[in-house]
Antibody
Framework: ELQLVESGGGLVQPGRSLRLSCGAS????????MHWVRQVPGKGLEWVSG????????GYVDSVKGRFTISRDNAKNSLYLQMNSLRVEDTALYYC???????????????WGQGTLVTVSS | EIVLTQSPGTLSLSPGARATLSCRAS???????LAWYQQKPGQAPRLLFY???SRATGIPDRFSGSGSGTDFTLIISRLEPEDFAMYYC?????????FGQGTKVEIK
């Protein structure tokens, strides 16, 4: 059974950094693209970033370009999101999500973790 | 960026009723690259449909998806108690992939 477990969220001041991690199990991790999707509590969903199976191709939503970096370690079945220069508007529940294919572009999302909450506040 | 508008915002219906949810795109969605998700309080979203009308594994056949271009529909033919939830559409045909704001299906 697919399992995605996020960690690393917490309370951080504006301008600081945070690194999210996601451990994957129950499937062949390096067969799939992976993504981060966020959700402000009580609000809608926003795709943040995606990475292809071999890290050869990456994508970001404009609002995080230059501040966030997605990466993966297939040997460790792990996905990461390095978040720098955090803003109040980055406050959200961050989900680790599996794409439906090996490339990150044009994916639907067929597996979701339970999320890790990031709160950016002074 | 393609904007998805879902309607209605809230649908108040009784168990056994038929639910019709709409998702309209600001421009045509390539090759029907549209998905639907269900989210219950305190849970992560769950994939219902991809490719506008292809049912995901384990989704009951009282759920159906249809549409193309800019207009897509999710129908729940007879609402079961477990179907009362939030529903989101997502287009993944162009980057960035975007979601609608959601339709809440609540018990009347």
């Amino acid at each position: 059974e697919l399992q995605l477990v996020e960690s690393g969220g917490g309370l951080v001041q504006p301008g600081r950094s945070l690194r999210l991690s996601c451990g994957a199990s129950g499937f062949t991790f390096d067969d799939y693209a992976m993504h981060w999707v966020r959700q402000v509590p009580g609000k809608g969903l926003e795709w943040v970033s995606g990475i292809s199976w071999n890290s050869g191709s990456l994508g970001y939503v404009d609002s995080v370009k230059g501040r966030f970096t997605i990466s993966r370690d297939n040997a460790k079945n792990s996905l990461y999101l390095q978040m720098n220069s955090l803003r109040v508007e980055d406050t959200a529940l961050y989900y680790c999500v599996r794409g439906d294919s090996s490339g990150w572009y044009r994916n639907w999302f067929d597996g979701w973790g339970q999320g890790t909450l990031v709160t950016v506040s002074s | 960026e393609i904007v998805l508008t879902q309607s209605p915002g809230t649908l108040s219906l009784s168990p056994g009723a038929r639910a019709t949810l709409s998702c309209r795109a600001s421009q045509s969605v390539d090759s029907s690259f549209l998905a639907w998700y269900q989210q219950k309080p305190g849970q992560a979203p769950r994939l219902l449909f991809y490719g506008a009308s292809s049912r995901a594994t384990g989704i009951p056949d009282r759920f159906s998806g249809s549409g193309s271009g800019t207009d897509f529909t999710l129908i729940i033919s007879r609402l079961e108690p477990e179907d009362f939830a939030m529903y989101y559409c997502q287009q993944y045909g162009s980057s960035p992939g975007t979601f609608g704001q959601g339709t809440k299906v609540e018990i009347k």
